[in-house]
């Protein structure tokens, strides 16, 4: 059964920075796209960004410049830097993942599996 778990999230000053883990069991071939989405309070889920098996990755306007995307196959773990934290940027966060080429990315809708969600808090 596959699995996907995140961990890492907390709180934080503005300017501040995290790294978000995805840990991922629960299959033999690695998922073809993984992805970070948010949520923050009210709000709709949220595109973060995205990252194919062969590394090629999208990334929201919204953290473009302060948030990377990357993956480790050997370690079937995603992870995600964020820097230069805002307020903003304060949601729970989940990683999601899927194996159907070509790679979702964006689209919420695309993503068969999902982790329970970590929470960031940006505080300024």
């Known amino acids: 059964q596959v699995q996907l778990v995140e961990s890492w999230g907390g709180s934080v000053q503005a300017g501040g920075s995290l790294r978000l883990s995805c840990a991922t069991e629960?299959?033999?071939?690695?998922?073809?796209?993984l992805g970070w989405f948010r949520q923050a309070p009210g709000k709709e889920r949220e595109f973060v960004s995205g990252?194919?098996?062969?590394?090629?990755?999208t990334v929201a306007d919204s953290v473009k410049g302060r948030f990377t995307i990357s993956r480790d196959n050997a370690k079937n773990t995603l992870y995600l830097q964020m820097n230069i934290l805002k307020p903003e940027d304060t949601a729970v966060y989940y990683c999601?993942?899927?194996?159907?080429?070509?790679?979702?990315?964006?689209?919420?809708?695309?993503?068969?599996?999902w982790g329970q969600g970590t929470q960031v808090t940006v505080s300024s």
């Open positions: 629960g299959y033999v071939v690695a998922p073809y796209c």
């Open positions: 999601a993942a899927d194996w159907r080429d070509p790679c979702p990315m964006g689209r919420i809708e695309g993503y068969n599996y």
């Open positions: 990252i194919n098996r062969e590394g090629t990755t």
